[in-house]
Each structure stands twice: as C-alpha cells, then as structure tokens.
C-alpha cells in the first residue's frame, strides 16, 4: 500500500523508491533552489552595492569640482585686486613723472632750515 502526501510518497510495495530516497532527493532539490536564490541575492547585493559607490564617486567629484571653482574665483578675486592696485600705482607715477617734466628739478625740504634745539 502507497500513500502520497505533499508531492512525498511512502508507504510499503511496488513505488519504486524508499521514503529516504525521496526525502534526499527533495533535500537536493531544495538546496539546490536555495544555493540559486542566494546567488541571485549576491548579485543583486553587489550591484546595489556598486551603485551606491559609484553615486559616492560622483557625488565626491562633484563636490571637488564645486571647490576648484570657488578657488578659481576667489584667486581670480584676489588677481583682479591686485592689478587694481598696480594699474593705481603705476597710473600714480605715470602722474607724477607728467607733473615733474615741466618743473625745475629741486628738493623743497632742501631749502627750510632746520634748528637744532637739543644743543
């Protein structure tokens, strides 16, 4: 007499396989669904994983690229500024040199007299 519970078959005569073999069987069967799920599950681990570095990645470059640029600016700043101040100078001299071509050549300190008061 063979009975038939869930997909198992046991019983005693004419089945063809014990109850053991069956239940090894299904045993093999499971681990091999289960070794294919956990594969699966790895793969889709590492592409998540990987995702998220390469969104670390951009996200980093993109941070360091926003810095190079406030740099850039503020050097580009201070440049300005600075050829501000040089072009002041030199247009100072400029008038300066235009002011002292028509004039004599003296040193009005050179004229004052000066008086010791510490003898």
Known sequence: MTYRYVGITFGYGGSGSSAWQTLKAKRAAMGASLGAAQANLAA????????????????????????????????????DALLNQIDGAQ?????????????????SWALTQTVDTTA
């Open 91 to 107: 247009s100072t001299l400029d008038a300066a040199k235009a002011v002292s071509m028509g004039k004599p050549k003296f040193v």
């Open 44 to 79: 889709i681990t590492s592409a998540f994983a990987s995702a998220q570095q390469d969104k670390l990645t951009g996200l980093g470059t993109l941070a360091a690229n926003a810095a190079i640029a406030r740099i850039k600016a503020d050097a580009q700043t201070k440049k």
